[in-house]
């Protein structure tokens, strides 16, 4: 054995209307095989309509420990939520 | 880190799991969760592998396309099984590779129940019912498990096995309504896989080793002993259905605790299983290893072209 098949990370849309959701992984040689074999391991119950294949290694993802830094100031900025404003309650749909 | 920091970091995320958060693979865990983990997962993926075999040996065989269609379509469901569990594992940074050689080399195991021989088509039914049915008790808990990938791919599996069980127990009723010598052929089946299967929810509470820090982690959520007993209990009705004698003289309600009381386990027949020396231990092994060596070549053929096709493409542009 030379090399090992890459891994793909499988994305899956269930149904139109719907967006692409990971549904896992699997190796595979090639894009052409991930697809094919997407559809046999990720796919035999009709659980979709469209598969995305993306080589695993072309995935850049943000690291847990920058969490704080990169999630944390959100939680202060309450004035992005409707529920920060005040108004008085003969104000009609809004 | 200090020994104080890593002390710190581990107090935090048992109190994450014990908050019914999920643990990721990129977040800090300790290095025993992690190998745990890879133990567990790995164990769970070569027992849905290995476990194709016993009835594989049966699909060219099927006694109609019904049946046939249907047992294909439940070991290609292993197979996924296996899949899921293998990719849910390398997220914690171990390669397939790594886990093929592991349980080629037996340094792995797998469920010993797949260690028996599958002699007659009655034992589709039986595994199907008996041992699927074992595996969903043992698997439904584990969906919410803490680590993420894992309890991700035991919702998938979990979804799919109640057709797997239900298909078996259908065989085991097609038979039982059948001829003399087709109702002789399913309890046959049951007497052999009923002891095997109570063996395959594990040792005994008093003898299970990783349970306190297993249930911690919500690697376990009930014992091996409640699981048993669970799992007779909900059994031996299905069994008087099929009119069926479940092979255990001791077997006896009790009016008192609301469960069935049950014979001894042969558990020294269970760890010669473990250890290797059930009736099929060596011939799944030898099939398993000769489908790997077998396969390399186009393993390797397939990653040539892919390349080819890569370095052309290039070319081109
Ligand atoms: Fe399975
Ligand atoms: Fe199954």
Redesign the interface.
């Given at each position: 054995?030379?090399?090992?098949?890459p891994?793909w990370e499988i994305f899956v849309r269930s149904k139109n209307g719907l967006e692409h959701r990971h549904f896992?992984?699997?190796?595979a040689?090639?894009a052409e095989?991930a697809l094919e074999n997407a559809r046999?391991?990720y796919t035999?119950?009709n659980e979709g309509v469209s598969i995305w294949v993306v080589e695993s290694k072309n995935i850049t993802?943000s690291?847990?420990?920058d969490n704080g830094e990169l999630f944390e100031p959100a939680q202060d900025k309450v004035y992005r939520h409707p529920t920060f404003y005040e108004l008085p309650d003969d104000v009609k749909h809004m | 880190m200090s020994e104080h920091e890593v002390k710190k970091l581990e107090e935090i995320f048992e109190a994450r799991i014990a908050r019914d958060e999920k643990i990721e693979p990129k977040d800090w865990m300790p290095e025993k969760y992690r190998k745990t983990h890879i133990r567990q997962m790995s164990q769970h993926a070569h027992s849905e592998i290995v476990g194709m075999l016993p009835e594989g040996n049966w699909i060219t065989r099927a006694p109609s396309l019904r049946r046939k269609a249907a047992l294909l379509a439940k070991v290609q469901d292993e197979a996924g099984h296996g899949l899921y569990l293998y990719s849910a594992c390398e997220t914690l940074g171990v390669s397939r590779d790594e886990l093929f050689e592991q349980l080629h080399s037996g340094k792995a195991k797998y469920s010993s129940i797949f260690n028996y021989p599958t002699v007659t088509w009655a034992d589709m039914g039986a595994i199907g019912w008996l041992v699927d049915g074992a595996a969903i008790i043992n698997q439904v808990p584990l969906c919410n498990t803490s680590f993420g990938p894992y309890a991700r791919a035991m919702v998938r599996v979990c979804k799919e096995e109640s057709f797997h069980q239900r298909q078996g127990y259908e065989i085991m009723l097609t038979l039982c309504k059948g001829s003399e010598e087709q109702k002789e052929m399913a309890q046959d089946a049951l007497n052999r896989w009923w002891w095997p299967s109570l063996m395959m929810l594990g040792p005994t509470d008093a003898e299970s080793v990783h349970t306190e820090q297993s249930m911690k982690w919500k690697l376990k959520r009930k014992s091996n002993d409640e699981l048993r007993q669970q799992f007779i209990d909900q059994t031996v009705p299905q069994a008087d259905i099929l009119g069926l004698t479940i092979p255990d003289p001791d077997l006896k309600w009790n009016e008192e605790t609301g469960h069935y009381d049950f014979g001894e386990i042969d558990w020294d027949e269970f760890w010669q299983v473990v250890k290797g020396h059930g009736p099929c231990n060596k011939e799944r092994m030898k099939a398993r290893v000769d489908a790997w060596e077998n396969g390399a070549w186009v393993r390797d053929a397939a990653m040539a072209h892919a390349e080819k096709k890569q370095k052309n493409l290039k070319e081109a542009i």
């Open positions: 054995m030379k090399k090992n098949w891994l896992g992984s699997l190796h040689s090639d095989m046999d391991v035999r119950r993802a690291n847990p420990d | -």
